[in-house]
C-alpha cells in the first residue's frame, strides 16, 4: 500500500469512526493498523474515563483493574499479562474492596503473546459486559 493509499484510508476510516462517537483526541496518532482494529469494535469500546476502554490501547499494558460497585457489592477485578520466559501467562485476582484478593490464572501453562492477549481481551470484555468499570491499565 502506497504512502497515499495510507493516507486515503486513513481518512475514510476516521470518517467511520466519527460517526461513531469517537473523538479526535482518541484517533490522534493512530497507525491504518489500530484504526482498522478500531472500526471492527462496537463504539462503546472506543471511550474513556470510567466508561469501557478500547481494547488497542490495552495491548501492551501489563495490568488492568475493574471496580464494579452497586448497593449490594463492592467488587475489584484484576487482570494482568506475566511473561512466563518466551511466553505468557493470563493471571487474575479478585474480590471484594478492603480485603486480601484471590488470585488464579487463566492459562493452565504458558501460551504465546497473541494467545494471551486474545484471552485477556475476552475477559475483559466479559467483565465490561457485567458492568465493571475500568479503573486503570
Known amino acids: 500500500m ?5 493516507k ?12 461513531q462517537g469517537v473523538s479526535d483526541a482518541q484517533l490522534e496518532g493512530k497507525s491504518v493498523r489500530e484504526l482498522t482494529a478500531m472500526a471492527g469494535k462496537p463504539p462503546h469500546l472506543h471511550r474513556r474515563s470510567s466508561r469501557p476502554i478500547d481494547p488497542v490501547r490495552l495491548i501492551g499494558t501489563s495490568k488492568v483493574r475493574l471496580h464494579y460497585q452497586d448497593e449490594k457489592s463492592d467488587k475489584i477485578y484484576e487482570m494482568s499479562l506475566r ?30 503473546l497473541r494467545a494471551a492477549e ?8 466479559k467483565k465490561l459486559a457485567k458492568g465493571y468499570l475500568v479503573v486503570s491499565s
Open 8 to 19: 486515503e484510508k486513513r481518512t475514510a476510516l476516521k470518517r467511520k469512526l466519527k460517526k
Open 83 to 112: 511473561p512466563v520466559g518466551k511466553k505468557w501467562a493470563v493471571d487474575y485476582r479478585f474480590g471484594r474492596r478492603g480485603t486480601s484478593l484471590r488470585s488464579g490464572t487463566k492459562t493452565k501453562r504458558p501460551v504465546s
Open 118 to 125: 486474545k484471552i485477556l481481551m475476552d475477559l475483559l470484555q
Open 2 to 6: 502506497g504512502r497515499t493509499e495510507r
